[in-house]
């Protein structure tokens, strides 16, 4: 789909999900890492736990479809290699503290000069400039200053991140959007674009109905562990079944499924088949209109009726009689997941150590131009002289003065 | 002379509803597109019935829910059971280059607008289908929210207290996780057919897509047998890391420290206090080992101070260090500011009211949504009239037909 194209990616653990997603669509594109290797390569969790070069799981699950070469930026034959590149390329992502590939005489107004339709799009935690363009930043604060930490966890305790980390993905995955986006003008302007992708406002988009909240309403959100905020009423959606937990949304059109199962249990009188309108229960409860049981009652009788039953036995009997019942899996459950076989979404991904690791698949399914892995994470420098010497032509010796001596 | 939009031109159908199609297909309506979005007034989108409510007063027109993921949009009220609204509906696949819908797997086909269908009406469409499960395999009805998917994918499991039941991301997640990737995956068919010709049809299941945040602990466990969980705010591999007290009700700061160098620079910041020099706090492995006993001397030394001085205090040290912020502090956070990031429309039954940009900027090109999202069925008359170019007898058979809801 995209295999007109080539992608220069110089991000450092900070954004490599864009260029894959791009490389999965089809293009080609080539990771440009400095002679010691991109910081994302010391990024847990690591193959046997051990952090050694070649070792970062999530190095190598976010770096398929990439040929992989060195080059010594700091170097004037580092440069010109890499002139060279942008000059064959189409896209450039890079994620480094503000104004470093300027600072390499390598920024924009160049890249331009030497393309002049070259997209050129920066990855940062706020952005390349403004008052917090030279901030320090994690996973962890960016989550905190786009603001859906806000939002999660118990009253009781601190605000809470999910545990893995999350914010450079969403900055990368929109990225990739932002790019295609810029490609789109630059076909209408005829001119290069460079474009700023903030993490920060990348978290603040997944606050979803948080973002603007206290503008319209007049208030916060406030954090209420696993309830589901919604208009008039608060409605928990994690409960406690028989060997873990599932999430359940009380709304009217799963109710008018489950209420019967509960029925068949015991858990409720026969009445409750007759006495309310179950498909449209939650839109009264929302609006604060009256109903024949309360929430309270309501959520008694879920409680009560899935303790008695496994996470696997509510989903599969809610699959059979169309009603969502998720159990919260962990990774071994996930792995069981059937949907996912049957899909045959998994790929096997032969790791560096020689085993196989099975690593989530392609994002989408196209009828014409299907997306595809066609190779796994590069060993650092592993593609120098065929990038090099196929697309620059340039010699051993050239390219061992461009790469810091690693010729691959 | 302005500078053009990048999708001015492009037409789209958007017959999706919640969050995942529409908010993918937002992408394409603020950069440019005509977007007709087709909603029915019963049911009303989820989205519609649920707050945040002008003023706190509900309403269908009041939720800025539904209005943060349709901007740019022209809004109509079509009843797809209806067969003039259905004969409306093919109108529109003829008009357009992209259709996108997240109805449950079959229901499309089942009304004769499938893909089948819509490729026959118009042979380049590109066609997107999104739900949780992907339109194939036995859990493909599964027909749930972003809540749900986001159970199975596992970031319930991860989000949380280890010694408590999982909370769960506040949001439906994997509605925040797909649209962009769903908006790539069809910009990238767009720029094929531009080049080709060719359209094609695109099966985009929200729990794959959302799968690849947690690529490397799925690659983890199936090497390793390690399954990751929910553990606060801490890491496995950096410490001390977490959110901790301010002054003020309920007010936090967090703070993350993943080498030598910003573990210095907070000792620095505290003012190299006697404790923090104890040999077992020395290497990352002791504070790792230490974390609770860390915690407690950081959160005495923070819960006293005001958190955007902290934050600072901690930053001058090069210690990376973030407010938890709300959406009141978003309003006025000077880099959003900077960013020019809300932007302010005035919408029917609202007023003005703020509206998110995007998470990008372009030189030179200024990227905020166009107009405020439609009410219900604002635009029946201008689609049918000027999109669809229906004649004024067209259009009252439709309305006696009650096509239009």
Redesign the interface.
């Known amino acids: ?2 295999s ?1 194209y080539t992608v220069l990616d110089l991000t450092g653990g900070h954004g490599d ?1 864009a260029s894959m ?2 490389g999965d ?2 293009a080609t594109v080539i990771k440009v890492e400095p002679p010691g290797g991109a910081a994302g390569r010391g ?3 690591f ?3 051990a952090p050694e070069s070649e070792r970062s ?2 190095f ?3 770096n398929r479809n990439k040929q992989g070469i060195t080059l010594d930026l700091e170097t004037e034959a580092g440069q010109n290699a890499m002139k060279g590149l942008v000059e064959k390329a189409d896209f450039l992502f890079e994620s480094g503290q503000p104004a470093t590939l300027d600072s390499l005489g390598l920024g ?1 107004d160049v890249l331009k000069e030497i393309n002049p339709k070259i997209i050129h ?1 920066a990855i940062s935690a ?2 390349q ?5 030279d ?20 009253p009781e ?8 980390p ?1 914010v450079w ?3 990368g ?6 790019a ?6 630059m ?3 005829g001119e290069a ?6 993490a ?3 978290m ?20 209420a ?2 309830l ?1 905020q ?3 009423a608060n409605l928990p ?2 409960f ?1 079944c028989s060997d873990g ?3 359940l ?1 009380p709304s009217g059109p799963t109710l008018v499924v489950i209420v019967p199962w509960f029925v068949e249990d015991g858990v409720v009188p026969e009445s409750w088949l007759g006495d309310e309108e179950w498909p449209t229960y939650h ?1 009264r409860l ?2 604060g209109q009256p109903v024949s049981h309360s929430a309270e009652e309501v959520l008694t009788a879920i409680t009560k009726y899935v303790a008695n039953y496994t996470k696997q036995h509510l989903l599969e009997r ?2 059979r009689e ?1 009603v ?1 019942l ?7 459950d ?2 069981g ?4 076989q ?2 045959d ?1 998994w790929l096997p ?1 032969p ?1 560096p150590n020689g ?15 299907p997306m595809s892995v066609r190779s796994w994470a590069p060993a650092l420098g592993e593609h120098n002289s065929q990038v090099l010497n196929a697309l620059l032509g340039m010699s051993d010796e050239e390219i061992n003065l461009a790469t810091g001596g690693k010729a691959g | 002379m302005a ?6 031109g492009l037409k789209v159908a958007d017959f999706s509803w919640v ?1 995942v199609g529409p908010t993918t297909a937002k ?1 394409l309506a603020d ?1 440019g597109a005509t977007v007709v979005r087709v909603e029915a007034a019963a049911p009303l989108d989820i989205l519609r ?8 007063v ?1 309403g269908a027109d009041r939720t ?2 539904f209005g ?1 993921f349709n901007t740019s949009k022209l809004g109509i009220s079509l009843d797809l059971k209806n067969p003039a609204g259905l004969e409306i509906a093919k109108k529109l696949i003829s008009w357009a280059d992209v259709v996108i819908e997240s109805f449950r797997p079959g229901i499309v086909d089942s009304l004769g607008i499938g ?1 089948e269908a819509a490729r026959e009406i118009n042979p380049s469409i590109v066609m997107a289908s999104t739900c949780l ?13 972003g ?15 280890p010694d ?10 994997t ?3 797909s649209p ?6 069809i ?3 767009l ?2 057919r ?2 080709t010709g ?8 929200q ?3 959302s ?14 047998g ?12 950096f410490a001390p ?5 301010c002054a003020g009700d ?1 007010q ?5 420290v ?1 080498t030598a160098e ?1 573990w210095e620079g907070l000792q620095r910041s505290m003012g190299s206090p006697a404790w923090a020099q104890d040999a077992k706090f020395g290497s990352m492995e002791g504070r790792l080992e230490n974390h609770d006993a860390i915690d407690q001397h950081i959160g005495e030394w923070t819960k006293d101070q005001e958190p955007a001085a902290l934050m600072q205090l901690l ?1 001058s040290h ?14 006025s ?4 500011a ?2 020019n ?2 932007r302010h429309l005035e919408h029917q039954e ?1 007023g003005t ?11 030179g ?1 200024d ?1 905020g949504p166009r107009f405020p999202a439609p009410v219900l069925g604002q635009h029946n008359e201008q689609v049918l009239r000027e999109v669809l170019g229906m004649t004024d007898d067209e259009i009252t058979e439709a309305i006696i037909a009650e096509a239009i809801q």
Request: net charge negative.
């Open positions: 789909m995209l007109p999900l997603l791009l669509m089809g990024e847990p969790p193959i046997d736990g799981l999530s190598f699950a976010f924009f799009v706020y952005g400039d403004g008052p917090y363009a901030y320090a930043a994690s996973d962890l604060t960016i989550a905190a200053m786009g603001g859906p930490m806000s939002l999660q966890g118990v305790r601190a605000p809470v991140r999910i545990s893995v999350q993905l969403h900055a995955s929109e990225a990739a959007t932002a295609l986006i810029a490609h789109a003008l076909l209408r302007t674009q460079s474009v700023d992708v903030s920060q406002t990348a603040i988009s997944t606050m979803l109905q948080g973002i603007s909240a206290h503008a319209i309403q007049g208030r916060d959100y406030q954090r562990g696993s589901l919604l208009g008039q959606v994690v406690d937990y599932i999430v949304i839109v929302l609006q809610g699959l169309g969502a998720a159990p919260v899996n962990d990774m071994r996930l792995s997941f059937q949907q996912l049957e899909r979404y991904a790791l085993t196989e690791a099975r690593a989530p698949g392609l994002v989408a399914r196209l009828s014409e131009t | 500078v053009p939009l990048p999708f001015d969050l992408y950069h019935t649920a707050g945040p409510f002008k003023d706190g509900p800025q829910f943060e893909y499960m992907g339109q194939t395999g036995a859990a493909a009805a599964f027909s749930g929210y809540f749900h998917a986001a159970s199975i994918a596992g970031f319930y499991e991860t989000t949380g207290w408590l039941a999982p909370d769960g991301p506040w949001v439906a997640y509605d925040g996780v962009r990737i769903l908006a790539a995956t910009m990238a068919a720029d094929h531009r080049r060719q359209g094609q049809y695109i099966d985009a299941a729990l794959e897509m799968l690849h945040y947690l690529s490397p602990q799925i690659m983890d466990y199936s090497t390793s390690r399954s990751v969980t929910r553990n606060g705010n801490r890491s496995q591999y890391q977490g959110a901790y007290p309920d936090w700061c967090t703070i993350a993943e910003q930053l090069g210690v990376p260090a973030g407010v938890v912020q709300r959406s009141s502090d978003l309003k956070d000077p880099q959003l900077h960013r990031y809300f609202m009211i703020p509206y998110a940009g995007h998470q990008f900027r372009i030189k090109y990227s």
